[in-house]
């Protein structure tokens, strides 16, 4: 994995949008997604591996409790898939890791709550356009009979029907890079998109240790949050936006008004 420490604004936005430029298309066009991070020790590891040594087997007890409560109108259809990006949208452990298309995006996460400011953040950059080259073929097929460089949902819905057909049809690992429906306007603001790995007792942070080349983590020094974050403001990169509603104003205002020392 390389890693590169900013220490300011500049650095930042250089370190953020590196190799974007795609001579095939001559546009910017990064191949990277981003995931913000507000501790720089935390790992690549999703909430459903962090429940402990038992998470293989919660994990079904999870998603068949979620489908059986949750009301039948909040998925268009019946799918895994569906079933899956909700879940992780609604705060359910899942074998799901939220990434953004959005660089600044990933920077208001790593530096959003205030309380955490010191100590070190950090943002993990991950081609997702290079990782479909571990993909099995009949997936690979699938992304470029369509030209797109990730999954929808039912893409995938077509393909597979169950998570455990998943792990049968292929033996290699390998991660999946996935766009939710747009569920709402929270997950349309925060120009989502979702990683998950076809065997659950992998996680990403493990399996980017064999592929590290696909991997960057931007360290960001505790002593350069409040410049990121107020220029962040400035641009109008805010719960307010991120999280329409009131509760996100609520936590835009409570952040904006505090006083600097409350980090300290």
Same mark, same amino acid.
């Given at each position: 994995?390389?890693?590169?420490?900013i220490?300011?604004?500049?650095?930042?936005q250089?370190?953020?949008?590196?190799?974007?430029?795609?001579?095939?298309?001559?546009?910017?066009?990064?191949?990277? &997604?981003?995931?913000?991070?507000?501790?720089?020790?935390?790992?690549?590891?999703?909430?459903?591996?962090?429940?402990?040594?038992?998470?293989?087997?919660?994990?079904?007890?999870?998603?068949?409790?979620?489908?059986?409560?949750?009301?039948?109108?909040?998925?268009?259809?019946?799918?895994?898939? /569906?079933w899956?990006a909700? &879940?992780?949208?609604?705060?359910?452990?899942?074998?799901?890791?939220?990434w953004?298309?959005?660089?600044l995006?990933?920077?208001?996460? &790593?530096? #959003?709550?205030?309380?955490?400011?010191?100590?070190?953040?950090?943002?993990?950059?991950?081609?997702?356009?290079?990782a479909?080259?571990?993909?099995?073929?009949?997936?690979?097929?699938?992304?470029?009979?369509?030209?797109?460089?990730?999954?929808?949902?039912?893409?995938l819905?077509?393909?597979?029907?169950?998570?455990?057909?998943?792990?049968?049809l292929?033996?290699?690992?390998f991660?999946?890079?996935?766009?939710?429906?747009?569920?709402?306007d929270?997950?349309?603001?925060?120009? &989502?998109?979702?990683?998950?790995?076809?065997?659950?007792?992998?996680?990403?942070?493990?399996?980017?240790?064999?592929?590290?080349?696909?991997?960057?983590?931007?360290?960001?020094?505790?002593?350069?949050?409040?410049?990121?974050?107020?220029?962040?403001d400035?641009?109008?990169?805010?719960?307010?936006?991120?999280?329409?509603?009131?509760?996100?104003?609520? #936590?835009?205002?409570?952040?904006? /008004?505090?006083p600097?020392?409350?980090?300290?």
């Amino acid at each position: 994995m390389e890693k590169v420490t900013i220490h300011n604004w500049s650095e930042l936005q250089d370190q953020l949008y590196h190799n974007a430029y795609d001579p095939r298309l001559g546009r910017f066009r990064s191949p990277y &997604a981003f995931r913000g991070i507000e501790d720089k020790h935390y790992k690549l590891h999703s909430a459903l591996h962090r429940m402990g040594e038992n998470y293989i087997e919660v994990e079904k007890h999870l998603l068949r409790n979620f489908r059986r409560y949750a009301h039948r109108d909040v998925v268009e259809r019946d799918s895994i898939f /569906y079933w899956l990006a909700v &879940a992780q949208h609604y705060g359910l452990p899942t074998r799901m890791l939220d990434w953004t298309y959005s660089p600044l995006i990933a920077t208001h996460f &790593a530096t #959003m709550d205030i309380d955490k400011f010191d100590r070190d953040g950090c943002i993990f950059m991950i081609n997702f356009v290079q990782a479909q080259q571990y993909l099995p073929k009949t997936l690979q097929d699938v992304l470029n009979d369509e030209g797109g460089d990730v999954f929808n949902v039912e893409q995938l819905s077509e393909k597979i029907q169950h998570l455990k057909e998943l792990e049968l049809l292929y033996d290699q690992i390998f991660p999946i890079f996935m766009e939710p429906p747009s569920l709402d306007d929270r997950m349309a603001n925060q120009y &989502a998109l979702f990683s998950f790995m076809s065997k659950v007792e992998c996680s990403l942070h493990d399996w980017l240790k064999i592929h590290p080349e696909l991997i960057r983590k931007i360290i960001i020094p505790k002593e350069a949050k409040w410049e990121l974050r107020d220029k962040l403001d400035q641009a109008n990169i805010t719960e307010r936006v991120l999280f329409p509603g009131l509760d996100g104003l609520s #936590m835009w205002l409570k952040r904006l /008004y505090s006083p600097k020392n409350k980090a300290v």
